[in-house]
Nanobody, 125 residues
Framework: QVQLVESGGGLVQAGGSLRLSCAAS????????MGWFRQAPGKEREYVAG????????YYADSVKGRFTISRDNAKKMVYLKMNGLKPGDTAVYYC??????????????????WGQGTQVTVSS
């Protein structure tokens, strides 16, 4: 079992920044990759960014490329999502996810094994 807890969400004006954090615990030695997803009301959960746990390779959705940065701290078992240039369209619940089954970053929700409870990000215009 891997437990994930997100934090750092909130209300921000368009153009502002937030940093989301995800704390991992439990069988973290089994984790190969971590991802951030988001889900807006009435929409499907979508991929935002991912990072491999060992090498730190990163992958971003086109919609956030150049604005968001994913990083990890292996020693602290933390994953972060720094979000700059936020837009109202970024409003969603953001979820942290852990992938055990493969060393590569997964781009769909079905490729992840554990999920956090989510943190709300609201961007006002």
């Amino acid at each position: 079992q891997v437990q994930l807890v997100e934090s750092g969400g909130g209300l921000v004006q368009a153009g502002g920044s937030l940093r989301l954090s995800c704390a991992a615990s439990g069988r973290t030695f089994s984790v190969n990759a971590m991802g951030w997803f988001r889900q807006a009301p009435g929409k499907e959960r979508e991929y935002v960014a991912g990072i491999t746990w060992s090498g730190g390779s990163t992958y971003y959705a086109d919609s956030v490329k150049g604005r968001f940065t994913i990083s990890r701290d292996n020693a602290k078992k933390m994953v972060y999502l720094k979000m700059n240039g936020l837009k109202p369209g970024d409003t969603a619940v953001y979820y942290c996810a852990a992938r055990l089954r493969d060393v590569r970053v997964g781009l769909t929700r079905n490729e992840y094994d554990y999920w956090g409870q989510g943190t709300q990000v609201t961007v006002s215009s």
